[in-house]
């Protein structure tokens, strides 16, 4: 299923929030004019009047959360490689972020020439890389993440050109981007890729307890601003990914690529920076 494609929601689910669609906006739109308020009044934002919709609402996403569990979720991985990276992939799955990985990327880069010893030896001892690997700009490691958004690629190129644009993922090229001594080789390494993956929901971990509100926030779009949670959002999962769970790997200057991207239409500076 894919949250911004209503065609591939869960049938019963479907019907419950469209039924309950009413309350939904109801309960959003109390939930705003509360903060709206609480703007001027200071006292609204440490004593909340009681939204009358809540116990309801909650009711829903209670009956409807447990609809999603069966069902897997369709993600969008952005990254760069290698050829061999793209086949080994394709076979064997993708591994979660970790300094093994790294490490083994490294070594592979250099043992297939793509990496001059020199180039090599430099990743291999980066302090940026070490740090990225425990975390000290955020916890990366040990995890794989996803956009959920199909219309994020088309729509947040500030986001997700960054990918794109160097070798590595995050786990080698964070800290490197402009240091004159790796950025040009990292950006002259591998083709730019979108993984679409199907991932059961019982793995996702999307910084929000519900996926259900997440759903319905799609929902509710065209009448309520910017409902919360989002439905526009990251996610990751805490495991690797099976080749299974793999549905295509999509590389640049495929039309698919094009049609997903809109890559024809980027300005020079993503394409060429």
């Given at each position: 299923m894919e949250i911004e494609d209503r065609s591939t929601w869960p049938r019963n689910f479907l019907e419950i929030a469209t039924q309950k669609k009413q309350l939904i906006i109801a309960y959003h739109k109390f939930k705003k004019d509360i903060e709206?308020?609480?703007?001027k009044n200071v006292e609204l934002r440490y004593n909340p009047p009681l939204n009358p919709f809540k116990a309801e609402y909650q009711e829903v996403?209670?009956?409807?959360?447990?609809?999603?569990?069966?069902?897997?979720?369709?993600?969008?991985?952005?990254?760069?490689?290698?050829?061999?990276?793209?086949?080994?992939?394709?076979?064997?799955?993708?591994k979660i972020l970790s300094k093994e990985l790294v490490q083994e990327r490294l070594i592979s880069a250099h043992q297939h020439g793509y990496l001059l010893k020199e180039e090599f030896d430099y990743l291999i001892n980066s302090q940026d890389i070490n740090e990225i690997l425990h975390n000290k700009h955020g916890v990366r490691t040990e995890r794989i993440c996803f956009f959920a958004n199909c219309s994020l690629l088309r729509n947040d190129i500030n986001g997700i050109y960054r990918f794109f644009r160097s070798w590595g993922g995050e786990g080698v090229y964070w800290g490197h981007e402009n240091d004159k001594n790796i950025a040009l080789t990292l950006k002259k390494l591998g083709t730019p890729c979108i993984l679409i993956c199907s991932?059961?929901?019982?793995?996702?971990?999307?910084?929000?307890?519900?996926?259900?509100?997440?759903?319905?926030?799609?929902?509710i779009a065209s009448d309520i601003e910017n409902p919360e949670p989002p439905s526009v959002f990251e996610m990751y999962i805490r495991r690797n990914l099976d080749a299974s769970e793999i549905i295509e790997v999509v590389e640049l200057q495929t039309p698919k690529f094009c049609e997903l991207t809109d890559y024809n239409n980027w300005d020079k500076y993503y394409k060429d920076d």
């Open positions: 709206f308020r609480s703007i996403i209670w009956q409807t959360e447990k609809l999603l569990k069966p069902n897997n979720f369709v993600a969008y991985h952005c990254t760069k490689l290698i050829d061999y990276e793209i086949e080994n992939i394709k076979r064997n799955g993708m991932i059961p929901v019982n793995d996702i971990e999307h910084y929000s307890s519900s996926l259900a509100e997440r759903f319905f926030s799609n929902l």
